[in-house]
């Protein structure tokens, strides 16, 4: 069972960037489709963006589209999030998800919560106006 670990969150200034890293503890993360998703206080939780195994196919949210990037490292295990023009409707707790995908290079079409297995703990972005 995959473990996940995210970091890179903090404080910053509504137009700022922060990179958002996931790391995985197993050698096969390649096995997985993996996700961004995030929770504002008092909201749901919502996706933010998906990655393929290869990392050549992506989905984003309309609401993050042209602001946020993800990709992966998978000699090193890692997700990552690139942000940039950051708002403050982007405060949330940001949490990275796996699951288990059969196809290398498939459109990844998964951005409901409860197509992913396993989730890490979150990490907390706070934008300021």
């Known amino acids: 069972q995959v473990q996940l670990v995210e970091s890179g969150g903090g404080l910053v200034q509504a137009g700022g960037s922060l990179r958002l890293s996931c790391a995985a503890s197993?050698?096969?993360?390649?096995?997985?489709?993996m996700a961004w998703f995030r929770q504002a206080p008092g909201k749901e939780r919502e996706f933010v963006a998906a990655?393929?195994?290869?990392?050549?196919?992506?989905n984003y949210a309309d609401s993050v589209k042209g602001r946020f990037t993800i990709s992966r490292d998978n000699a090193q295990n890692t997700l990552y999030l690139q942000t940039s023009s950051l708002k403050p409707e982007d405060t949330a707790l940001y949490y990275c998800?796996?699951?288990?995908?059969?196809?290398?290079?498939?459109?990844?079409?998964?951005?409901?919560?409860?197509?992913?297995?396993?989730w890490g703990q979150g990490t907390q972005v706070t934008v300021s106006s």
């Open positions: 998800a796996a699951r288990i995908a059969a196809v290398w290079h498939a459109p990844v079409t998964f951005t409901r919560e409860d197509e992913y297995a396993y």
């Open positions: 197993e050698r096969t993360f390649s096995t997985y489709a």
């Open positions: 990655i393929s195994r290869s990392g050549g196919s992506t």
